[in-house]
């Protein structure tokens, strides 16, 4: 019997690494129109303040990291690429990093608790009912009151709003699974959390779920 074969393994990304930097901060149409600001989008959404400790989920090349090292944050990290976290601690040497996988769960280190938990580009990975299990799993690793999370990534308001985006793209695009707020939204209130959808690009947004 054969092992079904991981759509997303962490080789897929190791090569990456090295042209990360230099392609996706410029692309103008999908997947990445609107990177830069979503990034931001996530750092306004966030918050934080000095001192916070922060964890970002799927660093890559430490991006989004960066910024809140910037505002002065303790700062965690993740990924399931090495090439990807070396980057990452080539940027925030005192950053401490992780190879994790994000479907597993988190090691007794990232125990936190974490003021924020941040992620970018990353959960498009996951089907819904996995992006909706990994955020409820990461509300224990939250500080209590006033955690959150917020989360960048690929997203659409709706199918019709895919649609469009797709039949524009042509060739560019590749099926993966991206966020639907009307579908993901709800699913999150219902697991038990506060949410809410800002989109950023045609096929960019970001998610901020609160306890
Ligand atoms: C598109 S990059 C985003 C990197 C960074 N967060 C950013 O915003 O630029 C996706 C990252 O998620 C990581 N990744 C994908 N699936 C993962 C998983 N299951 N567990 C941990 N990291 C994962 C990849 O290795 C890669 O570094």
Redesign the pocket.
Known sequence: MSTPQDP?P?ED?DDWAES?DQT?PTTTGFPFAGYTAA?ETVVARAEARPGMRLL??????G??ALRFAALGCEIWG????LP?LQKAREKLPAARFFL????DNLPPELAGPFDRIV????FH?FVLDEKVRIVTSLVPRLSSPGGRIVI?DISFPNQSALDKVKSAAGDEWEDEYYWLADEAVPAIQEAGLRVDYSPVSACAGVFTLQV
Do not use: I, K, P, Q
Request: hydrophobic share 40%; proline share 0%; charged share 15%.
């Open positions: 997303f962490a990304f990360y996706v990034l970002d989920l799927g660093t890559g090349t991006n989004l993740t990924d399931f690429s990807m994790h996988d994000l479907r992620s970018g580009y990353v990975h960048a």
